[in-house]
């Protein structure tokens, strides 16, 4: 049995929790936040010990991983200490506010033999897993184009402070539109080579970004682009579609993934669930156990992530100079 502590226990870690209490393979041990008050209570509500420490939590030789759920710019520190710990990571994306933290994160596990997974839980939602298998059949054909776009309530009651400020990592993209960037990376065969962005803070006028578009071009020549916004007032609108020679593919993981041929829309097999959430979650866990177990690289490792994050800070660098950034990229010290 593989026995988790979680860093990081505020609002979010209580359907983490309920995920891993459904493996049998996986126990939770102990939780870590700052908040006193808090602490106490999910201390007594899942019998588990808590700290307000994190080197604490991390001291106890019977955990073997942990989740880092906390603000962004605190990611590096925490999950370098945690690697050199010797626990298996779990960490909530995006993977650090800054390309340096990023690649410190995965030379720390790599260095310290341990497994580290990015918590992009949409890729185990049954729509994003099938359309891969999809899309891994040759079903839809070569992939021309791609559109997805990650539209949202941007403010809403759990919002915190930090996600409202650069220097903890805060802006839409890197808190909710990596979601959808991830996806793209994951599902075109081929890799991004080429970013053009405008990213902008229109709705709100805060420090960080709240909207922008991203094109991206691949190097086997598809076409994709990102639309993303935190409105004030709207409806949420989260989904991508790809499109190839014999068809396109439109996903949702709220409600299913469609194939579109010759002027319908047919839901694949086992794309939709009721709480595509929870059961994401599951799998995901499952997913980091069986890495752990097995000594195998997770779906979501730590060089995906790598690939992911250097898109993502190639963006913020073109919204900034204004043209398009190649790939591979070397980039400065700030990146954002």
Known sequence: MISIGIIGAGNFSVKHIEAIRKLPSLRLKAIC?????????????????????????????????????????????????AAGAGKHILLEKPMASTWEDCLAINDACEKNNVKLMLGQVAQFSPAFVAAKKYLEAGELGVIHMARATSVSFWKHAERQDWHLTKNTGGGYLLSVAVHQLDLLCALIPSRVRG????????????????????????????????????????????????????????????????LGKNQKWE?????????????????????FARAIELNRQPKVSGEHGLYVMEVLFAALTSSVSGKEVALPINFKSNSN
């Open 267 to 287: 839901l694949l097999p086992e794309s939709y669930t009721e709480n595509w959430m929870a059961d994401a979650l599951e799998s995901e866990w499952k997913d």
């Open 33 to 81: 936040r700052r908040d006193p008050l808090a602490l106490n209570h999910q201390k007594k509500t899942y019998g588990v010990e808590g700290y307000t420490d994190y080197k604490e939590l991390l001291e106890d030789p019977t955990i073997d991983a942990v989740l880092i759920a906390t603000p962004h710019h605190l990611h590096a520190t925490i999950a370098i200490t």
């Open 195 to 258: 970013v053009y962005a405008m990213i902008s803070n229109r709705f709100h006028r805060d420090e960080v970004d709240d909207g922008g578009i991203i094109i991206l071009k691949f190097s086997d020549g598809q076409q994709a682009s990102l639309h993303f916004s935190g409105f004030q007032n709207g409806v949420n609108q989260v989904d991508a579609e790809l499109y190839g020679a014999n068809g396109i593919i439109k996903i949702s993981h709220s409600q299913g993934t469609y």
